[in-house]
């Protein structure tokens, strides 16, 4: 690029690239797998535990594929004294101003139908 040479950059930037979650529209096509949930009620929840928050996953793709990543979002409800009112995040729920998150794998992985990976 315009002379310069980046190569020594090449290393840091994919430890950047794997390490950080990238927010952006996911298409729901690409999904390949049923959705995992992790409820958490943010009235009862000691902080503390939201600071450094590992969740388990897990996927069983419903078709032969190679895996690149790990896509997140978030659902939340609003519940009132009268109703409740539910928001998606998700690639198939209708647009929002919040995106969803892409963890991308070190390594792809291949994965078949029957084959749960975490």
Known sequence: FKGIDFTPLHERGKKEAFTSASLEYINPSSLVGDVGTLEIDFAKVDPEVLRDL?????????????????????????????????????????????????????????????????
Request: avoid cysteine.
């Open 54 to 118: 590992q969740i388990k996953w897990q996927v069983n793709p419903t078709h032969a594929t190679v895996a690149h990543g790990v896509a997140a979002w978030f659902d939340f409800a609003f519940e009132g004294s009268e109703e409740i009112v539910q928001v998606s995040t998700g690639p198939k729920a209708l647009a929002t101003h919040w995106f969803q998150l892409r963890f991308m794998l070190q390594e792809p992985i291949g994965l078949n139908p029957g084959q749960a990976a975490e």
